[in-house]
């Protein structure tokens, strides 16, 4: 007898059957399935509201094939595998799976699997209470803008900018993050982890009109 939540294969006997039941492995197993219908629960209800705002193309599939797109695309962007990379592996995702198209088609989900994210940071940061933020700037690789929140320690905003931001601007960007995109009120956000640039200070300082209980933590680089 197959156990496809386990992957094991039992012998017909009742005592090897119980025995199995009881395990460890078949407990996890049967969660995961649970877990795994749920997920995939979320991400139809997820592509189902862009059907009804953008009507993309591939909408009319079956949704174990749109399900097999989307974890693909979601994969790979979360191994920072370029998606182009999906045509040289798809005969072997399709001999396991099911049908896949080219990547220049997969390109359109990619905003779905951003707003599936994006619910899925908006549930984690429902239940924060307290929160300390690192931010900063760089422009190594042109001028970018990072947003991390602790303790949930997720990126929730990075942002490639034209130019430097001024102390008003950085602040003004701070603030439609923290207040305005994920609810954070005056008594969440306590803490902020930030360098020396004059820059970070001056948005601080602006900072404070709203959130009064905000602690900042100055790091230094050494040599």
Known sequence: MRRNACSETLSL????????????????G???????????QSIMDCL????????????????????????????????????SKVDILRPLLEKYGHRLTHSANLREI?????EKE???LLSELESVKEASVIFDGTARMGEALAIIVIPTQRLIRLEVLAKSLKGDELAQRLMSCF???????????IGRIRDGASVNGSAL???????????????????
């Open 48 to 83: 189902k509201r862009r059907d009804m705002r953008q009507h993309p193309s591939g909408s009319t599939l079956p949704a174990e094939i749109r399900l097999f797109r989307f974890e693909i695309v979601e994969c790979v962007i979360s191994g920072g595998i370029p998606l």
């Open 13 to 28: 006997k009742k005592s090897s059957i119980d025995k199995h039941i009881k395990s460890s492995k078949h407990t996890n």
């Open 110 to 114: 990619i905003l779905a699997v951003l």
């Open 30 to 40: 049967v969660a995961r399935i649970a877990k795994d219908t749920k997920q995939s």
């Open 205 to 223: 300082r602006q900072l404070k009109f709203f959130y009064s209980n905000l602690f900042d933590v100055v790091c230094f680089r050494t040599q």
């Open 179 to 189: 207040a305005v995109k994920h609810n954070f009120g005056p008594n969440t956000i």
């Open 118 to 120: 994006r619910e899925k």
